[in-house]
């Protein structure tokens, strides 16, 4: 398992982000306690309360620097905010195809569902709102991939894309009605795994903590 461990006492360090050490060791239960937290999503994998006391590391598991872990946990983050918003992309894509291709079988007084107004406009905006998102995600990736700053926009990125596969899973149920709640139809599955990403890795209210300030020069708020 990969862990961050404090191997600096905290009143021995001037900031309480130092004297953290990354390790990279073996997951021996003797130690360690896994309880599996039962969820309503992302079954795929699974996510655990984990109980650590007292386990042995021996110091060739280190990774880079003593003390300096916290900063190379950082390093992580924004690839993963632009990895987090490629799959929001990806989830809600899959669910608008659904929705047009249901539109349009579903007959209804003799006419296909999807012929309505009522039904197109929702799933239009939804699909407007979800590619304007996909430009951020794929600007982020860009600038991430060039090797430049790219924070501001990776947090952009995952907020719009997250909010963006909210809505259009939800679009994507209500247009097949009933069926849409039904497991067999499975588009219950992906308004289940976007709000997911409404809270991970980091909420709206906190990702709206940081943007202020960096894109538009608020003083800090917390
Ligand atoms: C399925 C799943 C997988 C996860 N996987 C990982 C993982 O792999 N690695 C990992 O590190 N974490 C993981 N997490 C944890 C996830 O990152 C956190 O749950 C998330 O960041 C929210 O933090 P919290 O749960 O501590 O909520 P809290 O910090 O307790 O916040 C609760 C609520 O209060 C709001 N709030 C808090 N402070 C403020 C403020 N100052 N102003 C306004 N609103 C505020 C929050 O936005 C939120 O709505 C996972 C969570 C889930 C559900």
């Not at 719009?160 to 069926?179: K, N, S």
């Amino acid at each position: 398992m990969l862990l961050l461990a404090r191997t600096t006492r905290l009143e021995k360090v001037s900031s309480p982000t130092e004297g953290l050490s990354l390790f990279y060791t073996d997951l021996n239960r003797d130690f360690v306690d896994v309880r599996e937290i039962k969820k309503m999503g992302r079954k795929a994998v699974d996510s655990n309360e984990v109980f650590i006391d007292g386990l042995p590391i021996p110091a060739e598991d280190l990774i880079g620097e003593e003390g300096k872990g916290f900063g190379q946990t950082l390093l992580g983050l924004n690839p993963e905010r632009i990895l987090v918003a490629g799959e929001c992309i990806g989830i809600a894509r899959n669910a608008l195809v659904r929705a047009a291709h249901y539109a349009s079988e579903r007959v209804i007084f003799d006419r296909p569902i999807g012929q309505n107004q009522g039904v197109q406009h929702p799933l239009a905006w939804a699909w407007a709102r979800l590619e304007s998102a996909n430009f951020m995600v794929t600007h982020a990736a860009a600038l991430y991939d060039a090797g430049e700053l790219c924070g501001v926009e990776a947090k952009a990125a995952k907020l719009l894309a997250a909010a963006a596969a909210v809505e259009a899973t939800e679009v994507a149920q209500i247009t097949f009605g009933g069926f849409g709640y039904a497991k067999e139809y499975y588009v219950e599955r992906l308004v289940r795994e976007a709000l997911l990403f409404r809270i991970v890795p980091v909420t709206p209210q906190m990702r709206l903590l940081f943007i202020p300030e960096k894109a538009l020069g608020f003083p800090r708020p917390y």
